[in-house]
Nanobody, 119 residues
Framework: QVQLVESGGGLVQAGGSLRLSCAAS????????MGWYRQAPGKQRDVVAT???????NYAESVKGRFTISRDNARNTVYLQMNSLKPEDTAVYYC?????????????WGKGTQVTVSS
């Protein structure tokens, strides 16, 4: 079985920073793309940032220049450094990874971590 566990969420004032981490564990043969998504109350889950196994990144327009995604392949971990946070960044943040286990490739999701930005 594969698990993704997020950490690092919390309450921060506007303009502040947080760093999210997501560690994958279990019967992992290889991790392909990893990413962060967020879902605000009453809204759909949207992509925030993604990173390939080779380190290529993509960001939502709303977070470009403020958020940085990175990964540590040796630790099966993806990070999201969030700077200059705004109240509209408030959401539950989920990590996702496409993982090869045995002969299957599946998308896995963490349970989410709450980020709240106060004005």
């Amino acid at each position: 079985q594969v698990q993704l566990v997020e950490s690092g969420g919390g309450l921060v004032q506007a303009g502040g920073s947080l760093r999210l981490s997501c560690a994958a564990s279990g019967s992992i043969f290889r991790i392909n793309a990893m990413g962060w998504y967020r879902q605000a109350p009453g809204k759909q889950r949207d992509v925030v940032a993604t990173i390939t196994s080779s380190g290529s990144t993509n960001y939502a327009e709303s977070v470009k220049g403020r958020f940085t995604i990175s990964r540590d392949n040796a630790r099966n971990t993806v990070y999201l450094q969030m700077n200059s946070l705004k109240p509209e960044d408030t959401a539950v943040y989920y990590c996702s990874a496409t993982i090869l286990t045995g002969l299957r490739i599946d998308a896995y999701w963490g349970k989410g971590t709450q980020v709240t930005v106060s004005s």
